[in-house]
């Protein structure tokens, strides 16, 4: 049966892990029921409502609600106590900073599945935010895709797409020499600093694509 801590682990790919305990804490005292007896519960039903309710005092995407909800009724139903796997890939469209945020928090729910550290997953979460805010301040739209590596080695890709102006001199931008008044050179180093494997394809008016992998 799901355990307390299956409970707060599925939260927390989507929220805190403070709002992620807090959230389970709220649900399990309403229900009259102790984090450590969660499994002991005949119905399950009274407590993914109650885990709902938590939810909605806490900001997250609808998007990420969503899969969060799904996910939490996948292991509160099924009987199981591992939770349940994320899909092995995603797509977030960005339009406005709700999305960079959902972007961010799935990326780095992604990351903990896989086993990267703490550390490991907060550089997943940076990397993703700051292809995502590029998209938006110099693009306006775009897409981050993040899909799970298997092969050759365990890890996560990153790929930022859009079809904004592009980039004019990335060479003088990762050498330090060039930055924008407003970062995107600080942005991109940061980037480059902090993956594995980054590869960049963009010209003037042509849009960007940048590919960032990180392996375990």
Known sequence: MAS????CAVLGRHYSAASARTIGRMAVRRVGAHEHAVGQLRDMRPLLRELKRGMDLFSTSPSARRLCISQLEELL???GSVTPQLPAHFQVKIIDES???????????????????RTEQVKVATIVSELA???YHYAGTGVIAVQRLEEPQRGISIEASDEGPGIADVES??????RSRTGLGLGLIGCRNLTDELT?????GKGTRIKARMYR
Do not use: C, K, W
């Not at 931008?173 to 060039?178: K, N, R």
């Open 173 to 178: 931008i990762l050498a330090g020499s060039y």
């Open 77 to 79: 139903t099924g009987g």
């Open 200 to 204: 960049i394809d963009t010209a003037p």
């Open 99 to 117: 999305h960079i945020v959902e972007a961010r928090t799935r990326a780095r729910a992604m990351a903990q599945e896989l086993g990267f550290s």
């Open 4 to 7: 307390f801590a299956d409970i």
């Open 133 to 135: 805010r590029n998209i």
